[in-house]
């Protein structure tokens, strides 16, 4: 049988957190993001009853601006890194996932929701399904504006000092609430030496390969082109022309195995900034991830699999880009 607060205990907590606590808490917040619903409870606890489980994408009826006490559940592992020491050592930190207890309406059920599992609805709304690409691409630990479209499989490219790994990964959310801002990012079992999400419509094949980046990026230039092709094995190249005295890039191109493929990148004198180098999607062939130079730069995936040897090949995902955590 389902438990209700009484009236009386209602006007009780209102009360008092209205003089203890006055506007902690945003209303707008007031859509679920936990992929597997949040518990809507009986008390401001995880160990209270459970009054109804809500499904993910709905949204609440907050009841009170103030906050019904701080808490903490779980953490991120491995979320943030940094180089430390003499051999610049790669240390991870978790981070916990903190947030308030807030009261609010479901249905005919009223209780309390931890609000780092909830987040507000965007400005322009967007259906959970996407038709309109087969891949989406970020880096790892960005901000999202929303939550992710439910009709791809998500694949994480972990990994270290030349070896990678693509696996699929579980995605869920958490609303991380800073003094005067929150944002909404994404949960992973594990962030460490994960570089890169990538969604795909149809299943990619997890596995090991060889690779380069993700560290760093590699000018690629008519003078500079020569110099790197230890690093690139000569699977990329550029045709360059002069003109005015100077030297400019008229095309960036991949070698493939059936010829190559541009890669599509501004035109006349634009340059190419090499991140990373890799049988991502597994396919036998090199995928490319690239920054390009634009009035306000884009960092583009190429996938050798989506190429067509002769043409330009179309960015398989222009990596969304919404600010670092």
């Known amino acids: ?52 489980l809500i499904p993910f994408n709905e949204t609440v009826s907050v009841l009170s601006t103030c906050d019904m006490g701080y808490d903490t559940i779980g953490s991120l592992r491995n979320l943030h890194r940094e180089r430390q020491g003499a051999d610049d050592e790669l240390i991870f930190h978790d981070t916990p996932i903190t947030g308030v207890w807030i009261m609010a309406a479901y249905g005919q059920d009223t209780g309390f929701l931890f609000n780092a599992y909830l987040h507000s609805l965007p400005a322009a709304p967007r259906n959970l399904i996407d038709r309109g690409r087969d ?18 499989r998500y694949y994480g490219v972990y990994g270290t000092e030349g ?38 419509k ?25 110099d790197l092709q230890a690093v690139l094995k000569d699977r990329i190249g550029v045709n360059c022309e002069q003109r005015y005295g100077q030297e400019f ?24 900034h090499l991140s990373a180098i890799g049988d991502i999607d597994g396919d ?29 090949s179309k960015p398989a995902a222009i990596l969304l880009d919404f600010g670092c955590c």
């Open 1 to 52: 049988m389902k438990m209700r607060i009484p009236p009386l205990l209602l006007v009780l907590f209102l009360c008092t957190c209205v003089r203890a606590h006055a506007d902690t808490v945003d209303p707008a917040f007031n859509r679920v993001i936990a992929r597997s619903g949040l518990q809507l409870r009986s008390a401001p606890s995880t160990a209270s009853a459970s009054l109804a």
């Open 202 to 226: 149809q299943a990619l094949r997890e596995h090991h390969f060889a690779g380069y980046g993700f560290f760093e990026t590699l000018e690629v230039t008519c003078s500079t082109i020569n």
């Open 135 to 152: 891949f989406i691409a970020f880096r790892a630990g960005y901000e999202l504006e929303d939550v992710l479209p439910v009709n791809f």
């Open 249 to 272: 890039v008229t095309d960036t191109y991949v070698n493939h195995r059936s010829g190559s493929y541009s890669l599509a990148v501004e035109p006349l004198g634009s340059v190419v």
């Open 284 to 312: 036998g062939q090199p995928d490319f991830l690239t920054y390009q130079e634009s009035e306000s730069g884009i960092e583009v995936l190429h996938l050798s699999s989506q190429a067509q040897p002769g043409r330009a």
């Open 163 to 200: 070896k990678f790994e693509l696996r699929e990964v579980t995605l869920s959310y958490v609303t991380v609430h800073a003094p005067g801002y929150s944002y909404l990012t994404y949960v992973v079992e594990d962030f460490a030496h994960l570089h890169l999400i990538i969604g795909a």
